[in-house]
């Protein structure tokens, strides 16, 4: 075998070699597109499919991936068309007639021959087709076909009528119209198909021996996918009888007829909205047809995988039970395979699903959508550059060089939304071309009276971003009517406001309109509409509280009212999210365990007399009750320290776990940066004895299927535990850990690289799972940019230090300065004490409470002069504002009289509402994206 075909995952290498008919020669030229050093291991591959009359043969490459360059492409439709005439010169040699357009293609071989020549086609691989050709030629006659099964009158063998051979190829070819096959008036298919309403499609089940609840599974999915097609039946009664028949009956399906069933329970879904009991009967057959799915999937197409991920996109329905592991195995495979409708359905779904960051697919996935790019339709086009977006993986070069012509051609035939969707996304993705930019905003200018209210929102604020000028704001905005805004809701309107702020609009009817329509949405405004409207004050010099909603009413005493309002509304907000955040997170994570129970498993602990258990990043009562109440010992492990509450005490984090010689059993919580992650597995991997077992919990969008790559390479089994949907957390369940030959540990994980200071190269050391990677980010910068130099000799407090850049950069700029550093992430003030090595002390703490508490008793030194912070306002994916609030009330405490408090946020962050009378935020520098915010206290 050739050595660039090799054993995978998703690949047998045995299957390979039986089935190998030839291999395309592929140099490493070939994989310019993306370098094998920019992918990570386990995307790095790329799939070719070369179908044969024989067999079809999935062939992996060697690492990297294929050329933009059609090279490869040509030699393989060649290879294809040669194919064909093969076997139409079979059928000819059966006596089967030819339509006039294939007799064409038999007069074409020698064009193909030569092309073949031109393409560098090996002769070996012309002959590989030929000879699968006469193979199939020299094939004796079949038998006389034995009597077929039949149930329900229907063959259970073929779920239709008896058909040929030729039939079968011509209807995959596409060749035979569907009214020129033969058909048998006795069928219960053509029965059925011929029914003129959904009612009639449910009598003729109704008719069947033992009623509809005896019917086969093949009648029932052909049945349903006839009626998806036709006006909601009268009898729902009826139908909800079909459809807990299926429920019942799907598991009997195979590709073809689950893929009519999913199809066509999501069309009765979606078609469903008045009745309430239609829904939950569509996702029960679902949720059965996924368990079919699931073993079915290795016989899955393109077609058949993307069917599956889109119609649990389309009614928002979570892929369980390991179908989702197996939809996007099979998904890594069948790539290539994809149509242009195919990847523009593909990216849509794994958008909508959450997925699509990480993953062996994603690689293949972006390969085929660049080959299809150019023959996208519009609306295919907008759905995946929507997709690609919304996901926010970066997007090659290469591969946004092929969209932004594909984008250029599509754009004047793309629909209102199309328009919309298309716009909105360069702008999220970035790197559009000048020329691009421009032809956006013309097509912008001509969809203007055609566009909804989200559709005009999206492209002001994506115009906006995009650079385009005030002028064509303010044109679009007036073409539509200054009185749309009165319509808008919540999110079209922060996006207003967004792009008003961004281009600098200061008219007074339209700021008047942005104000009224504000007050009138009242308690329905979330934070983020808040804190752009208290941006776009600002941005106006206090215009948009001058002209607010009862200017008329209360001359002089409106800009107050406003401005009071969206400091009320912006804490109440802000203190929701931090609050929701929290309990969704802990909720979420005992809802998951407390289903799944990994204490009351046969396995747990019992497989290696081993009953020690380590929770890693799991900070819960309930699953320390369940383990002490089994009689199992355990211990806690975080990086990063806990605020304790609600009975529990504050917890600090440790970089490394203690070790402990039985850990038979890990319940770990993902975290949230991917390299943080593979930190965590290398940690546990450490503690963990041969033959132990990991539970590993966490969301798809945190990547919870891209985790199960490296588990496989430390555990001989991994699984998708089902039946945790309800709480919005994978778990996969990892047995039989073999250990590394060499245990890793926390050095191993330690990063020596450079960073800019200052215009200094500074040595400097990360570990994995810091913010920014552990060096300077662009809002530290910009943070950097703003800061005044330091008063010579003052005390510095760096809050939310990480790996220390902004102490280190002040301490560059004026060595006079005494630092501190403070982090929750113990790996961070790991590495904040190699490269501050000035600094005084580096605390490590839950947050500011414990060191202002030491402050306020004496037991930590004098006041601070300055505080510093780039402060976080998400865990993870989620809005929590709780570290920004504890800086701003406990920060200015911290300060000697006369000291300033500076930190930066982005700028649509409501942090004016946190301020109180006592403590003056103002707003010192911005550049629209990020605000450097500071108080200083009094003397």
């Given at each position: 075998m050739s050595s660039s075909v090799r054993s995978s995952r998703f690949c047998d290498a045995t299957r390979i070699a039986e089935n190998l008919s030839f291999i395309l020669p592929i140099t490493d030229s070939s994989f310019s597109m993306y370098s094998s050093g920019s992918s990570p291991p386990y995307c790095s591959v790329a799939i070719v499919w070369i179908r044969t009359e024989t067999a079809p043969s999935t062939y992996v490459l060697s690492r990297g991936c294929v050329n933009r360059t059609l090279n490869l492409k040509w030699r393989r439709s060649l290879l294809k068309k040669l194919r064909g005439i093969e076997n139409l010169k079979l059928k000819a040699a059966r006596g089967d007639p030819l339509a006039p357009a294939q007799q064409a293609k038999l007069t074409a071989e020698a064009d193909v021959l030569a092309g073949c020549t031109k393409a560098g086609v090996p002769p070996a691989d012309v002959a590989a087709v030929r000879a699968a050709a006469a193979a199939a030629t020299l094939r004796p006659p079949s038998a006389p076909p034995t009597p077929a099964k039949v149930r329900d009158g229907v063959d259970v063998e073929l779920g239709s009528a008896k058909r040929s051979a030729t039939d079968d190829e011509d209807d995959r070819s596409g060749k035979r119209r569907r009214e020129d096959r033969p058909r048998d008036p006795h069928?219960?298919?053509?029965?059925?198909?011929?029914?003129?309403?959904?009612?009639?499609?449910?009598?003729?089940?109704?008719?069947?021996?033992?009623?509809?609840?005896?019917?086969?599974?093949?009648?029932?999915?052909?049945?349903?996918?006839?009626?998806?097609?036709?006006?909601?039946?009268?009898?729902?009664?009826?139908?909800?009888?079909?459809?807990?028949?299926?429920?019942?009956?799907a598991g009997g399906l195979a590709l073809r007829g689950l893929s009519k069933l999913y199809w066509a329970v999501v069309k009765i879904n979606q078609a469903a909205s008045e009745h309430g009991s239609i829904r939950p009967a569509t996702l029960d057959v679902l949720r059965a047809a996924g368990e079919a799915a699931v073993v079915a999937m290795p016989t899955f197409d393109a077609r058949g995988v993307v069917t599956v991920l889109h119609a649990h996109a389309t009614v928002d329905l979570r892929l369980t039970g390991g179908l989702g592991v197996a939809a996007l195995d099979r998904l890594e495979v069948v790539a290539p395979e994809l149509s242009g409708q195919d990847v523009a359905n593909c990216w849509w779904a794994l958008a909508k699903l959450k997925l699509g960051r990480d993953g062996g697919y994603v690689t293949p996935l972006r390969i085929q959508t660049?080959?299809?790019?150019?023959?996208?339709?519009?609306?295919?086009?907008?759905?995946?550059?929507?997709?690609?977006?919304?996901?926010?993986?970066?997007?090659?070069?290469?591969?946004?060089?092929?969209?932004a012509e594909a984008t250029a051609v599509a754009l004047p035939r793309c629909a209102p939304q199309g328009v919309a969707n298309t716009v909105w996304a360069w702008a999220k993705i970035g790197g559009a071309p000048a020329d691009l930019v421009d032809a956006m905003g013309a097509a912008v200018r001509n969809t203007v009276p055609d566009f909804t209210e989200q559709g005009l929102s999206a492209s002001l604020w994506s115009c906006a971003k995009l650079g385009c000028p005030k002028k064509l704001v303010?044109?679009?905005?007036?073409?539509?009517?200054?009185?749309?805004?009165?319509?808008?809701?919540?999110?079209?309107?922060?996006?207003?406001?967004?792009?008003?702020?961004?281009?600098?609009?200061?008219?007074?009817?339209?700021l008047r309109a942005v104000g009224e329509r504000a007050a009138a949405l009242g308690d329905t405004t979330d934070w983020q509409l808040i804190g752009h409207l208290q941006h776009l004050d600002r941005a106006t010099a206090g215009k948009l509280a001058k002209v607010g909603p009862d200017a008329a009413a209360r001359p002089g005493g409106s800009e107050v009212s406003f401005r009071k309002f969206l400091r009320k509304r912006g804490r109440a907000t802000v203190s929701a999210a931090s609050a929701e955040c929290a309990a969704t997170r802990a909720t979420a994570l005992d809802s998951a365990l407390s289903t799944v129970q990994p204490w009351a498993t046969p396995d747990f602990c019992s497989s290696h007399g081993n009953n020690h258990v380590l929770l890693a990043n799991i900070d819960s009562a309930m699953v320390e009750a369940a383990l002490t109440a089994k009689s199992l010992e355990w211990t806690m492990w975080s990086r990063t320290s806990t605020r304790g509450g609600d009975g529990r005490d504050a917890q600090l984090g440790r970089p490394w776990p203690t070790r402990c010689p039985d850990v038979g059993e890990c319940i770990a919580r993902l975290s949230h940066f991917r390299a943080a992650t593979d930190m965590m597995l290398g940690?546990?991997?450490?503690?963990?004895?041969?033959?132990?077992?990991?539970?590993?919990?966490?969301?798809?969008?945190e990547g919870i299927h891209a985790a199960r790559q490296p588990l496989q390479r430390l555990f001989a089994h991994v699984a998708t535990v089902p039946d945790t949907q309800d709480s919005g957390l994978v778990v996969l369940r990892a047995t039989g850990f073999f250990p590394p030959h060499k245990p890793s540990t926390l050095d191993a994980w330690c990063t020596k690289t450079t960073v800019q200071l200052c215009d200094e190269s500074v040595p400097w050391v990360t570990y994995p799972?810091?913010?920014?990677?552990?060096?300077?980010?662009?809002?530290?910068?910009?943070?950097?940019?703003?800061?005044?130099?330091?008063?010579?000799?003052?005390s510095v407090l760096d809050v939310c230090c990480g790996s220390g850049t902004i102490a280190a950069a002040l301490l560059l700029r004026n060595p006079t300065i005494t630092v501190q550093l403070l982090d929750n992430d113990s790996v961070a003030c790991k590495a904040a004490k190699k490269n501050v090595k000035g600094a005084d002390k580096v605390h490590l703490a839950s947050g500011l409470t414990e060191l202002h508490s030491k402050l306020s008793t004496g037991e930590s030194g004098a006041l601070f002069d300055w505080i510093v912070s780039n402060p976080p306002v998400h865990d993870g994916l989620d809005s929590d504002f709780a570290v920004l609030d504890e800086l701003v009330r406990l920060g200015p405490e911290c300060l000697a009289p006369g000291g300033s408090l500076f930190f930066v946020t982005q700028t649509y962050i409501p942090v004016e509402s946190l301020s109180t009378k006592h403590v003056k935020l103002d707003a010192v520098w911005t550049d629209g994206r990020f605000t450097v915010w500071c108080h200083v206290k009094a003397k």
């Open positions: 069928n219960f298919f053509t029965t059925i198909s011929e029914a003129g309403t959904a009612d009639g499609v449910l009598e003729v089940l109704g008719t069947m021996p033992g009623g509809i609840a005896n019917c086969s599974a093949a009648s029932l999915a052909h049945a349903l996918h006839v009626l998806a097609r036709k006006s909601p039946p009268r009898k729902t009664d009826r139908l909800l009888e079909a459809l807990r028949a299926c429920s019942i009956h660049a080959a299809q790019a150019t023959k996208l339709k519009p609306q295919e086009l907008s759905m995946t550059l929507w997709a690609l977006a919304t996901l926010g993986t970066p997007t090659e070069p290469a591969l946004l060089e092929v969209l303010l044109d679009v905005l007036e073409a539509r009517g200054v009185g749309v805004v009165a319509t808008m809701n919540p999110l079209e309107l922060t996006n207003l406001v967004w792009a008003l702020a961004a281009v600098g609009v200061t008219r007074k009817e339209v940690a546990i991997a450490a503690q963990l004895v041969e033959g132990g077992g990991l539970w590993l919990v966490g969301t798809a969008a799972g810091l913010f920014a990677n552990g060096e300077l980010d662009v809002m530290t910068s910009a943070l950097l940019s703003a800061l005044p130099l330091a008063p010579a000799k003052a």
